[in-house]
T-cell receptor, first 116, second 110 residues
Framework: DTGVSQDPRHKITKRGQNVTFRCDPI?????LYWYRQTLGQGPEFLTY????????KSRLLSDRFSAERPKGSFSTLEIQRTEQGDSAMYLC??????????????FGQGTRLTVV | GEDVEQSLFLSVREGDSSVINCTYT??????LYWYKQEPGAGLQLLTY?????DMKQDQRLTVLLNKKDKHLSLRIADTQTGDSAIYFC??????????FGAGTTVTVRA
């Protein structure tokens, strides 16, 4: 297992288009998180899953955003009708819960979205 | 990151020690973390401390926790140019959802 992987690494899209990002977590991790990071800011929580269940969604996640984790493994984050304000780095992380000796959340490299 | 606060910038001379400070608000946080982010990259976990500890040392890194004041610090000894990055403090309250500060940009000058 090489860690958390995200695809694509970069995405440039025109305003109004839909985009979908994928995250493959560490295989034995049951929790998967999505964060958004804009320039000069720390990561902001968007949503997280425990197995296939989506347990919490941030107020930041408007109706245009949807996330799924259908089989409790990989997850997708879709943004519909993209706006320039959606331009950011989208980070995925995974962890184990309940935590045992390993409590860390491991992050992927992120998908950088630019909406033009 | 409204619950976790950090100073935004730190400039340090190569070879000196760097100290990055952080305050957090959730007293239920059981783990506190330091992550490092280099330009264009994701977050790399540097170290973490359990809330019942006061100090943790890991090679050049020393974490100090003052739970009463909800203050966390990261000291990097013998700072190198490769230590230039953004450092994020993060807490995990009981719901186990990481909450980050805005990050401290550390610049190491020769």
């Amino acid at each position: 297992d090489t860690g958390v992987s995200q695809d694509p690494r970069h995405k440039i899209t025109k305003r109004g288009q839909n985009v979908t990002f994928r995250c493959d977590p560490i295989s034995e991790h049951n929790r998967l998180y999505w964060y958004r990071q804009t320039l000069g800011q720390g990561p902001e929580f968007l949503t997280y899953f425990q197995n296939e269940a989506q347990l919490e969604k941030s107020r930041l996640l408007s109706d245009r955003f949807s996330a799924e984790r259908p089989k409790g493994s990989f997850s997708t984050l879709e943004i519909q009708r993209t706006e320039q304000g959606d331009s950011a780095m989208y980070l995925c992380a995974s962890s184990s819960f309940p935590p045992g000796g390993d409590t860390e959340a491991f992050f992927g490299q992120g998908t950088r979205l630019t909406v033009v | 990151g409204e619950d976790v606060e950090q100073s935004l910038f730190l400039s340090v001379r190569e070879g000196d020690s760097s100290v990055i400070n952080c305050t957090y608000t959730d007293s239920s946080s059981t783990y506190l973390y330091w992550y490092k982010q280099e330009p264009g990259a994701g977050l790399q976990l540097l170290t973490y401390i359990f809330s019942n500890m006061d100090m943790k040392q890991d090679q050049r890194l020393t974490v100090l926790l003052n739970k009463k004041d909800k203050h966390l610090s990261l000291r990097i000894a013998d700072t190198q140019t490769g230590d230039s990055a953004i450092y994020f403090c993060a807490e995990i309250p009981n719901d186990y959802k990481l909450s980050f500060g805005a990050g401290t940009t550390v610049t190491v000058r020769a």
